[in-house]
């Protein structure tokens, strides 16, 4: 078919079957799927956005906006992937997309025929009544026609990895400039990456034909390759696209690993994102070539020029038997040169400027024009205008556009750099403050001849090497093609009513962009949002500088003064997996298991989260048929008997230094500097704006020795503010901070029968009588004959209780030895819903009271602000505003139906007043069935509740429609005097 | 962003947890005359400027220092790394 | 002696031990860890004093170091996380209480024995495999570096020493992190 008998850098020894839209076709390792799909005499490859236009492919490279098809099946299933950068592998499935019943005929067609009203700014100004129409007409019809391919709902099968990488000089592109700069750095013993987007290295070199000195361009590139490949300090990376560069020498990068095989290799990832820091940075990206809009520019077979000569050079295939030319510069020339050198029948070169230079072998049209195209499904003919008027029409396949090369600027522009004009190559070169570190070399800076990119990247690495201290020497650089830049700007043909493409992608003609002029949108960025020129997945690259160019020429400013659009990462389109990495499914985050766990699995308890921990939630028995029944009877039981629960998840702190009392009576609002060693104390830790932050115990080991507790939720914070106020408040106080949470497997034992329990445990030196170990009392003691241990008489449930210690290790061993020696007590397991139910009915402040709107007024809890000294917090909680008679006090409800439900999240209300939010009294924190009072319980937050018990109020949750009578009461409802605590 | 730590050296700005102002090093004495009015200011009144400013960083997945960086909010750049403890004691606060 | 018998973070009563292409790692239960943080205005003497300890100077920032019977790394400024043997016969005499008492009151100890999982982690190709986990500069973790840094969302603690890196990481995520060095070799090597 399209194949040329010799040439290329293909393997024609291997046969790689592949399939497109079904039907079966053949091509070599090396091809992309473009290249094998045109190859195949395939020029029809998708279906335009809004038109539904067919569309072939246009670009050689990841700036195409036409041919994007889907690719694999199933889970691998990925659209909107371009031809032109897919590597061929053996067993390829691709199919087209926005294409219904299929390709050939695509019944959304007809939007082609309508075009008259689907011009920029269709939306805006056709959906706008009647409102209601929105969701349920509009909305449904443009999704529906809406997108291009369709993402797979099944579970990405694939791994990604992320990976951190640091390098002396980072270089981006591997063309003549990136390979000059690696061979400097590389041989001057720098640390090198050399990132570069195509699976085989060299850029431009590999699609040219000039040589460099006696070798090929190829053949230099894949020599100077294999030298840094042997160089154990460069390491190239290739298959791989620099998406961002961000602050500081950091850039983003990813590398597709397997997309160029079937399926990723055993516990191999797909695609790995690498953080990449440098020291220096050269951008050799090269330069993309911009089409010439005229009238129906836009048929399978019209393509860039540069592009149509990579296929012959590269992939040795032609786009048609007969082609022809329309160029505004000299390169256009050189496609036209390098296609018959192919014995490829090129018909005419078409070029706008009047002093064309001749081309031997080939009529050059000088100061001509294309003025229209045809063919339904792939081009048949163009119009030619010629400089004297005259039209005509020529039968060619394809048609090479050239409109000149903008250097690729988009990583230099990604933070503060902003392009500057060049009248020069007639394009924007990188300008402005670029990214800290980076030069810009070779093509990408505007530098287009061969040897000018050669000597730049060789130069650039010498600057970035001698900025970081290390010393290079230019390679010995080949004699290259030198050629000047020729062009005369040219950006489309006027004087058509026709549509002339300049955004392929999204469908932006001329006319569009002489639209949204007429109706204001004349700043690029406005531009680009009415017309959706330059979005999508190629985010203009080929496009932009057409739209800003007939822009410019419309307002009449320069197009230096119209500007450019802001340059964002990600440079090309990636995978989210990619920028998820591992972090999915069951290792979205790290896990953390208690000391129990193990002993809690084999109970068959239910787990819940709590932040990372996983928490036993209850331990269900047979015959229990709910969550409720299990955990009602853990209550009985703990408040019966005795019961234990794993607590090490509560946070803990060491405190440590002579000044550790006086920093923790900085830091708690209530008093800490007369607690005695051996005892234990609550303490409250407010914000400095006099909200409640966090609450705990301190527990006094020795005199310069406090161990704190925080909550599960706020360890990490709780920390972080008593460094703060150590490092930065008091920076000369005595005292030493360090985490042990995890050091401790720590459990609550609790009710009647504790202490007997925890006799049989503790070994018998220590006294654990009322007397010789009291309500809040700690100790260091040993347990099971000499393991070291740490005891609390602490209560969360309202019982007496006490927290045991032991280092983590033999906490899996002390859980089942106090099950073991409990069995006489009936001891029982409790999880965290019967935890919580025992501190609802004793009514201590949680989580959802500690909600960083409450302060210890609100918590009932004002008088331990103390005023005698200065703490955190405690100025600001005396400020007017929190000090209201009418503020909110934490109470306690019981519905005037023990069995009526009341709901977390509740609002309270007078009986009778409407649902409405001037009638808010306050809200319900925390609510749970009392299995000890058979009723119905909460807590929560009332208007002057300390003065409402005994009131019958409505709790009521718009959310849920609960809507419950309750009485006030005290929110102590188990215990208020405490006697339990005290037995 | 990259920051230099005056101990470590160069670290990723995502091993840090941002605070904000550093004059919050400069907290009043609660027990003082006009504490709540220095309080209302110290809490509440604070500088956003565009351009330099003086932030709190603390170093929480490394050695959790707490960081006095100089940035250019415009700009990212970072022109001095202290540690905090180090300002605080040269603001006096030490005993 | 008690008999409560330990389990290593892994949950098994022995440590577990995966070879992925050239690369080992062993979890290492038997080891005891002890903070020491000296106080206000000790730093030059507990230092000092630490060294006659450890039988070698304690480690610089960043770095750590190994005596005869202990080792030690760098945690903060004037803060340090010594290492030795876990002795399950006499917990009385663990760690951190000998050291407390060389040490007195030129410094805070606080034992850190459980809070920690240690992997143990040998073969060549550390670096590629440790650049998948976090984001040191492995050509610069020459021998007695010692950084903190993260690895899968947890804070851990990388010591390069001759023939190896010694990972230490939250206990209770120690799952979690043995999961992430796996997965990190397989894709790896």
Not at chain 2, 56 to 75: A, C, Y
Not at chain 3, 16 to 21: A, N
Request: charged share 20%; net charge negative; glycine share 10%.
């Amino acid at each position: 078919m399209n194949r040329l008998p010799t040439g290329g850098q293909i393997d024609r020894t291997t046969r790689l079957r592949f399939t497109f839209d079904g039907l079966p076709y053949y091509g070599h390792a090396g091809d992309t799927l473009a290249s094998a799909l045109l190859a195949n005499g395939v020029r029809l490859m998708g279906r335009s956005f809004k038109y539904h236009r067919p569309r072939g492919v246009l670009s050689a490279g990841s700036e195409e906006p036409n041919a994007l098809v889907q690719l694999r099946k199933g889970g691998r299933q990925e659209p909107n992937t371009r031809a032109t950068v897919a590597e061929l592998f053996d067993g390829l499935d691709a199919a087209s997309q926005n294409a219904w019943p299929g390709l050939k005929l695509d019944a959304l067609a007809i939007n082609d025929r309508l075009s008259n009203f689907l011009t920029a700014g269709f939306y805006y100004k056709t959906f706008m009544w009647p409102a209601a129409f929105w969701e349920k007409l509009y909305e449904p019809i443009i999704r529906r026609a809406a997108g291009l391919g369709a993402i797979t709902t099944d579970a990405d099968p694939d791994g990604y990895d992320r990976g951190f990488l640091h390098c002396d000089l980072l270089i981006i592109g591997a063309g003549p400039a990136g390979l000059a700069a690696a061979l400097t750095a590389g041989r001057a013993g720098a640390c090198v990456i050399l990132a570069d987007e195509d699976f085989c290295m060299g850029g431009r070199l590999n699609v040219e034909t000039h040589a460099l000195g006696d070798q090929s361009g190829a053949d230099w590139a894949a020599g100077v390759v294999a030298e840094l490949a042997s160089l154990p300090n460069v390491r190239l990376l290739a298959r791989t696209t620099v998406l961002g560069a961000f602050d500081h020498g950091i850039y983003a990068a990813v590398e597709r690993v397997a997309d160029h095989l079937g399926q990723p290799e055993q516990g191999k990832p797909r695609q790995i994102l690498w953080r990449i820091y440098s020291g220096r940075a050269v951008l050799c990206a090269g330069a993309i070539e911009r089409p010439i809009a005229f009238a129906n520019n836009d048929r399978p077979g019209i393509m860039l020029a540069g592009a149509m000569r990579a296929y012959v050079n590269r992939w040795a295939v032609t786009p048609a038997q007969t082609v022809a030319v329309f160029t505004n510069n000299d390169d256009g020339h050189r496609t036209a040169r390098d296609l018959m050198a192919q014995g490829v029948d090129v018909a005419a070169i078409i070029d706008t400027r009047a002093d064309a230079p001749a081309c031997d072998g080939v009529q050059v049209m000088a100061g001509a024009q294309v003025v229209d195209s045809s063919g339904r499904l792939g081009l048949k003919s163009i119009t030619v205008r010629q400089a004297n008027g005259q039209e005509h029409r020529l039968s060619i396949g394809a048609l090479g556009v050239s409109g000149g090369w903008n250097p690729n600027v988009a990583l230099s522009s990604h933070q503060r750099g902003r392009p500057e004009w060049d009248d020069a190559i007639a394009a924007f070169v990188p300008g402005g403050a670029l990214p800290q570190g980076m030069q810009v070399a070779g093509a990408a800076l505007g530098q287009f001849s061969t040897q000018g990119a050669l000597a730049a990247g060789a130069g650039a690495a010498i600057q970035a090497l001698s900025d970081l201290g290390k010393t290079a020497q230019a390679p010995d650089l080949p004699m290259a093609e030198d050629g000047e830049v020729r062009i005369t700007p040219f950006w489309h043909v006027g004087g058509t009513k026709a549509r002339a493409w300049l955004d392929f992608q999204n469908d932006v003609t001329v006319k569009d962009v002489t639209l949204a002029h007429q109706e204001g949108f004349r700043s690029v960025e406005h531009l680009k949002r009415y017309t959706t020129l330059g979005m999508a997945t190629d985010q203009g690259k080929t496009s932009n500088m057409g739209g800003l160019a007939v822009m410019a020429e419309l307002t009449g400013q320069s197009i230096a003064q119209t500007g450019t659009t802001m340059f964002r990462p990600p440079y090309t389109p990636v995978a989210l997996g990619a920028l998820a990495g591992r972090s999915v499914g069951r290792d979205f985050r790290p896990t953390r298991l208690t000391p129990s766990h193990a002993w809690a699995v084999e109970q068959g308890a239910v787990f819940v989260e709590a932040g990372m921990w996983l928490r036993a939630q209850y331990f269900p028995r047979t015959g229990e048929t709910g969550w409720r029944q299990s955990v009602d009877r853990e209550v009985r039981a703990t408040r019966g008997s005795v019961g234990v629960c794993d607590v090490t998840t509560l946070g803990k702190i060491d405190v440590q230094g002579r000044d550790a009392a006086a920093f923790l009576n900085r830091i708690y609002c209530n008093g800490f500097a007369k607690l005695a060693v051996g005892r234990v104390r609550y303490g409250l830790m407010l914000r400095e704006d006099g909200i409640a932050m966090d609450d705990g115990t301190a527990a006094r080991l020795a005199d310069d020795h406090f161990v704190v507790t925080t909550t599960t939720a706020n360890a990490v914070a709780v920390f972080r503010h008593m460094e703060f106020a150590r490092q930065c408040l008091w920076p000369d106080m005595d005292v030493q901070l360090i985490s042990t949470t995890e050091a401790w497997a720590q459990f609550a034992v609790a009710g009647p029968q504790s202490r007997a329990l925890l006799q049989k445990i503790v070994d018998s030196e220590f006294d654990l009588s009322n007397d010789g170990f009291p309500f809040m009392a700690c100790g260091e003691i040993t347990v099971c004959s000499g393991c070291p241990a740490r005891l609390f008489r602490i209560s969360f449930s309202g019982e007496l209780a006490y927290e045991i210690a032991v280092p983590t290790r033999y906490g899996d061993a002390l859980m089942r030895r106090l099950m073991d020696a409990g069995r006489e007590f009936d001891v029982t397991p409790y999880g965290t819903e019967a935890l919580g139910v025992m501190r609802i009915e004793k009514g201590h402040a949680a989580g959802n009271e500690l909600n960083g709107q409450t302060t210890a007024l609100n918590l009932g809890m004002g008088r331990m602000v103390s005023d005698k000294k200065d703490s955190i917090g405690a100025v600001l909680s005396r400020r007017e505003g929190l000090q209201e008679e009418n503020g909110l006090r934490m109470v306690g409800f019981m519905p005037t139906s023990p069995q009526d439900r009341v709901i977390a999240g509740a609002h309270l209300l007078e009986k009778g007043a409407a649902l409405r939010a001037a009638n808010d009294l306050g809200y319900v924190t925390s609510a749970c069935y009392s299995p000890t009072l058979d009723s119905y319980i909460a807590i929560g937050f009332l208007k002057a509740g300390d003065t409402r018990l005994g009131d019958v109020l409505r709790a009521a949750s718009p959310l849920t429609g609960h809507d419950t009578e309750v009485t006030v009461v005290s929110p102590h409802f188990v215990d208020p005097d405490g006697g339990r605590l005290r037995a | 962003m990259i920051i230099n730590h005056p101990l470590l050296g160069p670290c990723d700005a995502q091993e840090f947890t941002y605070l904000g102002d550093a004059r919050l090093i400069d907290r009043p004495d609660g027990m003082a005359g006009d504490a709540e009015d220095a309080f209302y200011h110290y809490a509440y009144l604070r500088d956003n400027p565009a351009g330099e400013h003086r932030e709190l960083w603390f170093h929480e997945q490394g050695d959790r220092s707490w960081l006095v960086v100089t940035r250019n909010t415009v700009t990212h750049q970072i022109t001095s790394v202290e540690l905090a403890r180090d300002v605080a004691r040269k603001q006096g606060r030490g005993v | 002696m008690h008999d409560l018998a330990p389990l290593t973070a892994l949950g098994s009563s022995a440590p577990q031990r995966d070879t992925i292409g050239p690369v080992t790692i062993t979890e290492n239960p038997d080891r005891a860890l002890a903070s020491v943080a000296a106080r206000l205005g000790q730093d030059a003497a507990c230092t000092k004093a630490l060294a006659s300890v450890l039988g070698t100077s304690a480690p610089d920032v960043a770095q750590c170091v190994q005596g005869p019977a202990l080792g030690a790394f760098w945690m903060a400024q004037h803060c340090w996380i010594v290492d030795g043997p876990y002795d399950l016969d006499d917990p009385q005499t663990d760690l951190a209480a000998r050291l407390k008492a060389e040490l007195g009151d030129m410094a805070s100890v606080t034992d850190q024995s459980g809070a920690w999982v240690r992997f143990d982690v040998h073969g060549d190709g550390l670096g590629a495999l440790f650049e998948r986990l976090c984001n040191l500069d492995m050509a610069r973790m020459t021998d007695g570096t010692a950084r903190r840094t993260m690895i899968d969302h947890l804070g851990c603690f990388v010591l390069s020493h001759r023939g190896g890196n010694t990972v230490y990481g939250p206990r209770s995520s120690a799952q979690s992190l043995h999961h992430a060095l796996i997965t990190a070799a397989r894709s790896a090597f």
